[in-house]
């Protein structure tokens, strides 16, 4: 069964950067691309970017280009997302979600998400 | 950037009651719409894809319809387990993939 476990919660502080990991099995890492979305605290959902774990190329959402960099390990199936100059409104989970059909479709199956905290 | 809108934003039925949820589109989006399911402190969960079709596993009172810039989702017979926050997204044009702003389906 398709499986994404996240790594635990982070505090920072504003202007530090955190990197969030994805750990998937259960399926061909490299046949399906991962997304990641972000859910402040009672907010909605903002998709962030996307990754082809295959070519290792990313698309980012404009409002995080220049500050978001998500990568991946083939070697052990693991997805990054690193966000850099954190301000108190970045404080939300962050999820990655496994695309439904493969490449940019839906989000078919999700992690447990990450709290991250920015704090001074 | 296609702005999703969903309506109302909170939906107070009982039990046993239908539940119709709307999304609308700032601009066409065919048929390429999603619908998820968000419970307190969970992931979200896919319930309809492609405006129609549930996802593995999604029991056949989750029901999904539209095309273009109005879509529903309708839940035929609330059980206590449905009580949540549906969010829909489109992936017509991207990026950035978007959601809407979300129903909650409360008890009365």
């Known amino acids: 069964q398709v499986q994404l476990v996240q790594s635990g919660a982070e505090v920072k502080k504003p202007g530090a950067s955190v990197k969030v990991s994805c750990k998937a099995s259960?399926?061909?890492?490299?046949?399906?691309?991962m997304h990641w979305v972000r859910q402040a605290p009672g907010q909605g959902l903002d998709w962030m970017g996307i990754i082809n774990p295959n070519a290792g190329s990313a698309t980012y959402a404009q409002k995080f280009q220049g500050r978001v960099t998500v990568t991946r390990d083939t070697s052990t199936s693991t997805v990054y997302m690193e966000l850099s100059s954190l301000r108190s409104e970045d404080t939300a989970v962050y999820y990655c979600?496994?695309?439904?059909?493969?490449?940019?479709?839906?989000?078919?199956?999700w992690g447990q998400g990450t709290l991250v905290t920015v704090s001074s | 950037e296609i702005v999703l809108t969903q309506s109302p934003a909170t939906l107070s039925l009982s039990p046993g009651e239908r539940a119709t949820l709307s999304c609308r589109a700032s601009q066409s989006v065919s048929s390429f719409l999603a619908w998820y399911q968000q419970k307190p402190g969970q992931a979200p969960r896919l319930l309809i894809y492609?405006?129609?079709n549930r996802a593995t596993g999604i029991p056949a009172r989750f029901s999904g319809s539209g095309s273009g810039t109005d879509f529903t989702l309708t839940i035929s017979s609330l059980e206590p387990e449905d009580f949540a926050v549906y969010y829909c997204q489109q992936r017509r044009n991207w990026p950035p993939l978007t959601f809407g702003g979300g129903t909650k389906v409360e008890i009365k």
């Open positions: 979600a496994r695309d439904y059909h493969g490449a940019g479709s839906y989000l078919g199956y």
């Open positions: 259960g399926y061909t890492f490299t046949s399906y691309f």
């Open positions: 492609d405006a129609s």
